[in-house]
Structure formats: structure tokens, C-alpha cells
């Protein structure tokens, strides 16, 4: 998947595991990794970018700025 197509991206160096995210995402998409990143914590990653629905609840819970949210946008044409 390309980075492009990503409705979820988090700066995992950062994240403190806190499991917000997790929790407050309604579809469930989230989980904490299996492995530690720089500082020690299991980072937040989404499993299933296909089932994210852009609602931004992660990144707005997030007390360390960790996650971004895209929304895909259809493009109109105008002639
Ligand atoms: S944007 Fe919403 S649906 Fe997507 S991972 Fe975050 S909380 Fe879950
Ligand atoms: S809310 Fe932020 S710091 Fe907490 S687990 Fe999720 S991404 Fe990591």
C-alpha cells in the first residue's frame, strides 16, 4: 500500500502506548505492535487501512500527536 492510499499514519518513534487510540476507535482497526520502537513502547499501528473510516477520533485523543488522519476527496471536473 502506498502511502498515498494510507488513511492512518502514525509517527510510531513517538508513541507512548498509551492504548487511546485503541480504545476509542470505533471500528477496531487499531493495535499496538509486537514489537518496541526507539523509547522503549509498543507503538499504535492501524491492521486494516481499508476499514478506517477517517473519523478522526485517534488522532484527536492522541495526547502526543502521534497520528495524522487523511480523508479521501473525490476531484471534480468542471467543463
Ligand atoms: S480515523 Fe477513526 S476509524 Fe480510522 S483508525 Fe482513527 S479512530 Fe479508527
Ligand atoms: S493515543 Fe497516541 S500515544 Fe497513545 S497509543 Fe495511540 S498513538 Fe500511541
Redesign the pocket.
Known amino acids: 500500500m502506498k502511502l498515498s492510499e494510507k ?2 499514519v502514525f509517527n510510531e518513534g513517538i508513541c507512548k502506548s498509551c492504548g487511546l ?1 485503541v480504545h ?7 493495535f499496538l505492535a509486537d514489537y518496541l520502537n526507539g523509547n522503549g513502547y509498543r507503538p499504535a499501528a ?1 491492521v486494516d487501512q481499508g ?9 484527536q485523543v492522541c495526547p502526543d500527536s502521534v ?1 495524522s ?1 487523511f480523508r479521501p476527496v473525490k476531484i471534480l471536473q468542471t467543463v
Not at 24 to 30: H, K, M
Not at 51 to 59: A, Y
Open positions: 488513511r492512518v487510540c476509542i476507535c470505533p471500528t477496531n482497526v487499531i492501524v476499514n478506517c473510516i477517517s473519523c478522526g477520533k485517534c488522532s497520528i488522519v
